[in-house]
DNA sequence: AAGAGGCCCTGATAGC
DNA sequence: TGCTATCAGGGCCTCT
């Protein structure tokens, strides 16, 4: 779910929250998630001060006193929760709009002086890792490629990984080890801003191609970090904020309806590459 | 070695 | 109403 524009959301949210703050206690409620959570979880960062908070790709990174990090990744349907002590007023951290802290699966929650900050994950293909050292958290983003909105993402770059390669742009845009960040929806967006078939091999793309798609990955993304990111699903109890880059979709979740290109008469087809759902114009990406 | 496919989960929705 | 099937923003593992 969250692609990079929506661990960006979050980080803001925490960082305006939880910045220089103690974790008082931690509660785990449920340790089942993509990787189980480490036995001495709770005992390794009770009473550690969170000094920074970054992202990475689609990782969030708290980083804790003591040279210690705690990597959350969101999955699918993993979400943050902010809820006061005092009245239980809920704040969602998340790009998902949900006024009340759901029932069902709250998998951690970390307390605060006067408030706790909730992590749940339906799905469960999310995870929280906590790595001991500066080495380690360099070791776990050793093999992912760079993000779009980073200079190391370039023309050379793209060309030299793109050569020979039989795989489609689709799913390479997709695979976070040739570029980071991405996801299912903003990779539909992006081929059809650049008007690529998603379909197309990667050594059939051109070097105008190939500019597109750095033009429009990281104006895509810019812009809908300023959206606040991309909600999908509301939850039924509305208000406060979300994300309304869902908004601006030219092809996502638009199937049957209108290319909204100038002067394209085409409608906008769901196609499937590699079990995902695929949007396209096929007029305009050839 | 690269690439395709299965699989890990729950929940919402559509169709009968 | 209650079943079944399908779909969902991700990515790891295994097999060829």
Do not use: W
Request: hydrophobic share 35%.
């Amino acid at each position: 779910m969250p692609e990079l524009p929506e661990v960006e959301i979050i980080k803001k949210s925490l960082q305006k929250n939880v910045l220089f703050k103690k974790i008082d206690n931690v509660l785990i409620k449920n340790r089942n998630l993509r990787f189980k959570i480490q036995r001495n979880f709770k005992k390794l960062i009770v009473g550690k001060k969170i000094i920074n908070i970054t992202r990475k790709s689609k990782y969030l990174i708290v980083h804790l006193e003591k040279n210690c990090f705690l990597i959350f990744h969101f999955g699918m349907s993993g979400t943050l929760h902010l809820i006061r002590n005092n009245n239980m007023h809920h704040t969602n951290l998340s790009f998902y709009n949900c006024k009340i802290l759901p029932k069902k699966h709250n998998h951690v929650e970390f307390f605060f002086s006067s408030f706790k900050i909730v992590y749940n994950d339906p799905r469960r293909f999310g995870f929280l890792k906590f790595l001991f050292s500066y080495n380690e958290l360099k070791n776990f983003f050793n093999n992912i490629g760079p993000e779009p909105l980073e200079s190391n993402f370039n023309f050379n770059y793209i060309k030299k990984k793109l050569r020979n390669k039989k795989k489609n742009i689709k799913n390479l845009l997709l695979d976070q080890k040739f570029v980071s960040g991405l996801g299912n929806i903003y990779v539909n967006e992006i081929l059809y801003y650049s008007k690529i078939n998603p379909n197309i091999r990667g050594k059939y793309i051109n070097n105008y191609k190939i500019k597109q798609i750095i033009k429009y990955s990281k104006e895509i993304l810019k812009k809908a970090i300023k959206k606040g990111g991309s909600t999908i699903k509301d939850f039924k109890n509305v208000g406060g904020k979300i994300g309304s880059f869902q908004k601006e979709f030219k092809v996502y979740n638009r199937e049957n309806r209108n290319c909204l290109r100038k002067d394209c008469s085409g409608k906008i087809e769901r196609i499937v590459i590699s079990n995902r759902s695929t949007f396209m114009c096929k007029y305009c990406q050839k």
